[in-house]
T-cell receptor, first 114, second 116 residues
């Protein structure tokens, strides 16, 4: 059990470019969550997966955002046509199949849009 | 919708002293979970302590304890014998009890500084 990992840790991009982030959850955790954290704020829920199914998306997730979790393992979050307002820390968390369990967070990907 | 409020953006405490961080929340549910997470600078968020609303006993984890007041919808964190390694952002979080979507609702955080 190596914990939740995220790649890259930092991403700097120019406005209008597409970016993709990856999250590898703790093995055998069937639930995976994406959150966004802007400076001075707490994390805000974006979306979550149970296995490969995306079951809920926040209103924060505009149509420029898409997330996938093929085969119920790792997940990717893609942002198309990035805007300066997308600059934030993107956090991934995973949870086992037991509802009473705790979410374990990855180190996050810090996105800076110039 | 559930909301979580942390009214102390910053707190400081002398090393070895005790500090209490405040958190209030709003929900119409009778059963739920509450958490305190710690986020050190440039490091990942880790769980400090959790409380199930149906439990009357306050949770404790070594130097960390909570004061859970369900009627007042208050959930404060007490850190005893503060250490330099406790310096971090602390987030209070709420989770509803529904099986299948355990998304967390966070407060805005409290930055804790430990004074040597």
């Amino acid at each position: 059990d190596t914990g939740v990992s995220q790649d890259p840790r930092h991403k700097i991009t120019k406005r209008g470019q597409n970016v993709t982030f990856r999250c590898d959850p703790i093995s055998e955790h069937n639930r995976l969550y994406w959150y966004r954290q802007t400076l001075g704020q707490g994390p805000e829920f974006l979306t979550y997966f149970q296995n490969e199914a995306q079951l809920e998306k926040s209103r924060l997730l505009s149509d420029r955002f898409s997330a996938e979790r093929p085969k119920g393992s790792f997940s990717t979050l893609e942002i198309q046509r990035t805007e300066q307002g997308d600059s934030a820390m993107y956090l991934c968390a995973s949870l086992s199949g037991f509802s009473t369990d705790t979410q374990y967070f990855g180190p996050g990907t810090r996105l800076t849009v110039l | 919708a559930q909301t979580v409020t942390q009214s102390q953006p910053e707190m400081s405490v002398q090393e070895a002293e005790t500090v209490t961080l405040s958190c209030t929340y709003d929900t119409s549910e009778s059963d739920y979970y509450l958490f305190w997470y710690k986020q050190p600078p440039s490091r990942q968020m880790i769980l400090v302590i959790r409380q199930e609303a149906y439990k009357q006993q306050n949770a404790t984890e070594n130097r960390f304890s909570v004061n859970f007041q369900k009627a007042a919808k208050s959930f404060s964190l007490k850190i005893s014998d503060s250490q330099l390694g406790d310096a971090a952002m602390y987030f209070c979080a709420y989770r509803n009890p529904n099986f299948g979507n355990e998304k967390l609702t966070f407060g805005t955080g409290t930055r804790l500084t430990i004074i040597p």
